[in-house]
Structure formats: C-alpha cells, structure tokens
C-alpha cells in the first residue's frame, strides 16, 4: 500500500505527459534523411566591368551581375538550398583570404584609398542567380575597382 501511494504521483505525472505532447500538435513540413544529398559549387569571377547599375524604386542605386546556371532548377528552388560567399582578402601583404557567407558587409576601398563598407548579397531563381551590391548610405555604391570572386554552393538530394 505504501509503494501504491508513492508511486501515484509518478503515475499521474507521466499519464499527463503521455496526452500533452500528441503527435497531432507537431508539424512536420520537410523532413530531410540520410538520402544522398549533392552539393554542387560554382565560382564566379566577377570584373569590374560585368556590373551593371540599376535605381531601386525609392530612388536608390545599386551595381547588379547576373549570370546564367541551368542547375539552378525548380527542384532546386522546391527542395533544395543555395548559398553564396564573397572572397575577402584581409590582408594584401601576406595574401591572407577568408570566405565570407553572403549577404556580408563588404570593405571597399575607394579611388581615394578610403575604406568604407558596401553590403553584398545575392538572389536566385530559375536558372540565373544575381549579386547586389548596395551602398549603406543610400547612395551610389563606389565603384568597383578590382575582381571579386563568389562562390555558390547548390545542395540537392
């Protein structure tokens, strides 16, 4: 008799757990398994030359370049997932590099050898994907004196 009154709350207890968390309160919209996924990756080098400005509707502008990539499928926009990075070199005496996820706060040096930050960031839909870069004060973004280098990383199943 004693161990039936200490086992009641302990009884009560986990029937209460049993029926709060049933399986018609969780939502599972996607759920990815071991299935083989694929990741395919992409490195654009972008010059100078290949951006394009364009006025945002506020009036803005920002330096736009788009590129053709035909693994950029419906599939892919359904059920997979894409991500870029930006080539930053940190430091120019030893070459030293890092990536960088996209978007990221660019340092851009200008033609005056200021240093000023620029964001960049990426789109994509079918087939073509699109780096922007848009100026934090709302201006022209400076121009673009060198190469940059992207990375686009397509992952699929």
Not at 24 to 51: C, H
Not at 64 to 87: K, M, R
Not at 137 to 148: S, Y
């Amino acid at each position: 008799m004693k161990l039936l009154k200490k086992l009641t709350p302990l009884l009560a207890l986990l029937a209460l757990l049993n029926t709060s968390c049933t399986k018609e309160y969780i939502t599972e919209e996607y759920v990815t398994e071991n299935i083989g996924s694929q990741v395919r990756t992409f490195i654009y080098d972008v010059q100078p030359a290949d951006w394009k400005v364009a006025h945002s509707a506020d009036g803005r502008n920002y330096w736009y370049a788009e590129f053709d990539n035909f693994n950029l499928t419906n599939s892919v926009l359904e059920y997979g997932a894409v991500t870029a990075d930006i080539l930053y070199t940190y430091d120019i005496e030893s070459n030293a590099q890092s990536w960088n996820k996209l978007p990221y706060v660019f340092p851009f040096t200008t033609v005056d050898n200021k240093v000023i930050g620029e964001n960049i960031r990426f789109e994509y839909e079918h087939e073509r994907v699109t780096f922007v870069i848009e100026d934090l004060d709302g201006v022209t973004p400076e121009d673009i004196l060198g190469e940059l280098t992207f990375k686009l990383s397509i992952i699929t199943k």
